[in-house]
């Protein structure tokens, strides 16, 4: 049974650019939620898409954007890319039935130039 | 403002001996959950304590959820180099996001 998938596992753009990260949730489960970790600190809630929509939102500005296809994937999407956005993104899914409990992926290191 | 403060940030410890990891907050939370985490990897679920005063024990760890549900603890009893890693505790109000602390790195000496 494959847990939550991310790709890429690396990826470095300069500032100005946009990027798009994936995420595939565990099987079974049908919430996504996407957090932002820089370095040396807890893992920050971006936001979370359950049904297609975006359900639950962090303190993260317009930049921060996303999608949910209805085979429960994800992309998480950033325009105008900051130095300060340089970070591991972690996806984390979980079922509706039990969604207190998220498992994670093991994230996409993003480095801006 | 992190909403969960974690203590201690740093502990190093030689193996065999216990540690103490604590997790506090001024906010009740309907559920609390501690992961371990590698670095350049993913957090790794170890344990979902729900019910205030709740104790669950997984092997040599042991987790403990405060009664009015804002603060836990997580005991590791006679460390291994293997425990080593950052250790981060994250709850969940009813909204189901999880807002982490900042973590605590523990390094077992062998």
């Known amino acids: 049974d494959a847990g939550v998938t991310q790709s890429p596992t690396h990826l470095i753009k300069t500032r100005g650019q946009q990027v798009t990260l994936r995420c595939s949730p565990k099987?079974?489960?049908?919430?996504v939620s996407w957090y932002q970790q820089a370095l040396g600190q807890g893992p920050q809630f971006i936001f979370q898409y359950y049904e297609e929509e975006e359900r639950q939102r962090g303190n993260f500005p317009d930049r921060f954007s996303g999608h949910q296809f209805p085979n429960y994937s994800s992309e998480l999407n950033v325009n105008a890319l900051l130095l300060g956005d340089s970070a591991l993104y972690l996806c984390a899914s979980s079922a509706l039935a039990g969604r207190r409990t998220q498992y994670f992926g093991p994230g996409t290191r993003l480095l801006v130039l | 403002t992190q909403l969960l403060e974690q203590s201690p940030q740093f502990l190093s410890i030689q193996e065999g001996e216990n540690l103490t990891v604590y997790c506090n907050s001024s906010?009740?939370?309907?559920?609390l959950q501690w992961y371990r985490q590698e670095p350049g990897e993913g957090p790794v679920l170890l344990v979902t304590v729900v019910t205030g005063g709740e104790v669950k024990k997984l092997k040599r760890l042991t987790f403990q959820f405060g009664d009015a549900r804002k603060d836990s603890s997580l005991h590791i009893t006679a460390a291994q180099p293997g425990d080593t890693g950052l250790y981060l505790c994250?709850?969940?109000?009813?909204?189901?996001?999880?807002?982490f602390g900042a973590g605590t790195t523990v390094t077992v000496r062998a």
């Open positions: 994250a709850g969940a109000r009813d909204d189901y996001k999880l807002s």
């Open positions: 099987s079974g489960h049908d919430t």
């Open positions: 906010s009740v939370f309907s559920s």
